[in-house]
């Protein structure tokens, strides 16, 4: 399973990290462009038939997976 950790604060240089399978993050400009490329990888593994999560931290700190899509094959 491969999993997608998105931050929800940027970090020091401003930008948002993802983190790939606890990975050393990689970092985009924007929050939604973090979470696009989660989701475009997902996509990937979906039609691979393989699984994945995409695990979005809220601003409450508490880590929420995300569902807001309908991957389709």
Known sequence: ???FDLF???TDD????LS???SPPLRFPTRGAA???AVKLAMQ????????????EGG???WRLFNGMRLCA
Do not use: H, S
Request: glycine share 10%; hydrophobic share 30%; proline share 3%.
């Open 45 to 56: 593994r979906q039609q691979q038939g393989l699984e994945y999560a995409i695990n979005v």
């Open 8 to 10: 929800n604060t940027p």
């Open 35 to 37: 979470l696009r490329y």
């Open 14 to 17: 401003g930008t948002f990290a």
């Open 20 to 22: 790939i399978n606890e």
């Open 60 to 62: 409450d700190g508490k």
């Open 1 to 3: 399973m491969m999993t």
